[in-house]
């Protein structure tokens, strides 16, 4: 168990929706990153926040939206979903902004139907 | 980020050594070699990492050449549960920023 829990584990939607993953850090860790990971792309990096700030942005699509709250826990919102955006999204965390020993969730696996 | 090389894919028998070698050619001075594996489907396992020296944890070993272009992950005695994808990066520490994952190599430790 790496400390990083993400909610919902699972979760099917049709197209043109929006979701939204959650992602609780580990106690302690400041910094959250959040990752798509599909089978033909691997791991994709798409934003890090840092004690609330956005700290880096990846390949992330203008539909998707990520935030930190004042309890350092994150939320990534995915909207007008497609058929493409089934993946496995997962969060990391780590102590400092820039950590590269980052801990993963187990993340939440994305169906769009 | 220095550009890695992995194999795509290795075998081991359980019980022995599995050895995954990584090609870092064009690392910098301040860049650390940074090891994780994913079981899969499940989220990214840090490993181990070091920049020059050869270090050791309770999951592996990690020898890295003293012109640092090259290392090995080392399994001491492989177990079924270690099947999974083995990602080699290559970053400077607290530099900032995300983990780019590459390919890795796919791991299958067999009976």
């Known amino acids: 168990d790496s400390g990083v829990t993400q909610t919902p584990k699972h979760l099917i939607t049709a197209t043109g929706q929006r979701v939204t993953l959650r992602c609780s850090p580990r106690s302690g860790d400041l910094s959250v990153y959040w990752y798509q990971q599909s089978l033909d792309q691997g791991l994709q990096f798409l934003i890090q926040?840092?004690?609330?700030?956005?700290?880096a942005k990846g390949n992330i699509l203008e539909r998707f939206s990520a935030q930190q709250f004042p309890d350092l826990h994150s939320e990534l919102n995915l909207s007008s979903l497609e058929l493409g955006d089934s993946a496995l999204y997962f969060c990391?965390?780590?102590?400092?902004?820039?950590?590269?020993?980052?801990?993963f969730g187990q993340g939440t696996r994305l169906t769009v139907v | 980020d220095a550009k890695t090389t992995q194999p795509t894919s290795m075998d081991c028998a359980e019980g022995r050594a599995a050895n995954l070698p990584c090609n870092h050619s064009?690392?910098?001075?301040?860049?650390?070699v940074y090891w994780y594996r994913q079981i899969h489907s499940q989220g990214p396992q840090y490993i181990i990492h070091g920049l020059k020296n050869n270090e050791t944890n309770e999951m592996a070993s990690l020898i890295i050449t003293e012109d640092r272009k090259s290392s090995t992950l080392i399994l001491p005695h492989a177990t079924l549960r270690d099947t999974a994808v083995y990602y080699c990066i290559v970053r400077i520490y607290n530099a900032g920023n995300m983990l780019t994952f590459g390919g890795g190599t796919r791991l299958m430790v067999k009976p």
């Open positions: 926040y840092y004690n609330g700030e956005e700290r």
């Open positions: 990391a965390s780590s102590v400092g902004a820039g950590n590269t020993e980052a801990f």
């Open positions: 064009t690392i910098s001075g301040n860049e650390y």
